[in-house]
């Protein structure tokens, strides 16, 4: 009978496709109503890299030409025709995602109990279908070590593959973010963010590790989807990508995780993901 039911919470488990361990543990229980539901893991996907890649591009021109892009002016040349269409004041993070996305996030208390910090839409309005944060982090492949960084933290994010994303802004996790960040760079070229680890992002869209889960009362309107950052991404723009590899000798492009809204979404209400998606 326990060999049963172990054996039915091991294949159930399995199938899990994102997990925050070990908080998903504790509450699988409370809320099994609100686990997501995919028959396969293509259809998992609710926009097409090709439309990740636009809004991400779009926001990111924006903050180059708002942070002066001074270090990297032969770079900005080639960007230029883009750049024209964009408007001459700088403006600052919140205010780019807002005009040129036409909402802006950030984070504040939960309106759950005990939940902690939660993520809002602060002004605008978010459409269906679109990019509305990213899930920063240091990306480890299946085969690479994580076990000190994710001793009591909720914030190991694990991807479709296996592949985990540690979105800790604390600790060993934002010492080790810090130092791979620093080796990846190309002369005055950063490859990733780490201004996620502060208070003030630069990428305001560097939040999506604090969107608590929903609940009975509060259904997801934000889902998680995988984006392997494509080779053409510009190299002047990958300063805003609030991911970086563990490991140097990583062949596979680099994984970034977005939320995509499940619905329509006004200023004032908190995001909410599912933090449990069961594959078919
Ligand atoms: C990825 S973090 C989210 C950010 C978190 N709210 C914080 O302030 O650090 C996951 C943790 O948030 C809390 N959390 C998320 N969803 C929750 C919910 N619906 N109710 C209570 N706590 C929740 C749990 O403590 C969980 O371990």
Same mark, same amino acid.
Do not use: V
């Given at each position: 009978m326990l060999r049963t039911a172990l054996t039915r919470f091991r294949n159930k488990w399995k199938s899990y496709?994102?997990?925050?361990v070990p908080w998903v543990v504790l509450n699988?229980? &409370?809320? $099994? &109503?609100?686990v997501r539901q995919v028959t396969e893991r293509s259809k998992d996907k609710l926009l097409s890299d090709e439309e990740v890649s636009q809004s991400l591009l779009k926001l990111f021109r924006v903050l180059l030409r708002s942070h002066g892009g001074a270090a990297h002016t032969h770079f900005l040349k080639q960007i230029r025709s883009e750049e024209e269409?964009? $408007?001459e004041t700088p403006v600052c993070g919140h205010n780019a995602m807002l005009q040129h996305l036409g909402f802006s996030i950030d984070r504040k208390p939960s309106t759950l109990p005990f939940a902690g910090t939660g993520v809002f839409v602060t002004k605008g309005f978010v459409p269906k279908g679109a990019t509305v944060a990213m899930y920063p982090g240091t990306v480890y492949q299946v +085969? $690479?070590?994580?076990l000190l960084q994710s001793i009591r933290n909720p914030f190991v994010f694990r991807c479709i593959d296996g592949v985990l994303i540690d979105g800790n802004d604390k600790g060993i996790s934002k010492i080790v973010f810090k130092s791979c960040s620093g080796r990846d760079r190309i002369g005055p070229l950063m490859m990733s963010d780490t201004s996620w680890l502060t208070h003030s992002p630069q990428n305001p869209l560097a939040v999506g590790q604090y969107v608590n889960n929903c609940s009975n009362k509060w259904p997801a309107n934000v889902c998680y989807q995988e984006y392997d950052v494509p080779d053409n991404f510009p190299i002047e723009l990958r300063? +805003?990508?609030p991911n970086v590899n563990y490991s140097q000798d990583t062949l596979r492009p680099l994984r970034c995780v977005v939320l995509v809204s499940l619905r329509d979404i006004a200023a004032g209400e908190e995001l909410f993901s599912n933090y449990y998606t069961i594959v078919h």
């Open positions: 496709r994102h997990r925050f699988l229980s &409370k809320n $099994e &109503k609100t269409k964009c $408007e +085969y $690479e070590p994580i300063q +805003y990508l």
